[in-house]
């Protein structure tokens, strides 16, 4: 069983950056891609950017496209989102996720870690 455990989640000020961890331990060739997801209070869970596994094509959501930076290393199990200029917009829970997809438009999603929360705010 694959388990996925997220953190750097924190506040910050607009315009301010963040780092997101993703661990992953347990049977890490059972998936094809990996992404992180969002779910801001009142609103359904999305997909912000993920990222195939093995040949590390990325996809972004529109909303963070040129702001976000999603990266992994195979060695370590390790998947990152780096966060830049950040908006109160993406104050959320973010989750980290393994797909049963190659990663387009972060389809898919199969197991979740526990979530971070990230509060952008002045």
């Known amino acids: 069983q694959v388990q996925l455990v997220e953190s750097g989640g924190n506040s910050v000020q607009p315009g301010g950056s963040l780092s997101l961890s993703c661990a992953v331990s347990g049977r890490t060739l059972d998936y094809d891609a990996m992404g992180w997801f969002r779910q801001a209070p009142g609103k359904e869970r999305e997909g912000v950017s993920c990222?195939?596994?093995?040949?590390?094509?990325?996809y972004y959501a529109d909303s963070v496209k040129g702001r976000f930076i999603v990266s992994i290393d195979n060695n370590k199990n390790m998947m990152y989102l780096r966060m830049n200029n950040l908006k109160p917009e993406d104050t959320a829970i973010y989750y980290c996720?393994?797909?049963?997809?190659?990663?387009?438009?972060?389809?898919?999603?199969?197991?979740w870690g526990q979530g971070t929360q990230v509060t952008v705010s002045s």
């Open positions: 996720a393994t797909l049963q997809s190659n990663g387009y438009e972060c389809r898919r999603p199969d197991l």
């Open positions: 990222i195939n596994v093995s040949d590390e094509s990325e």
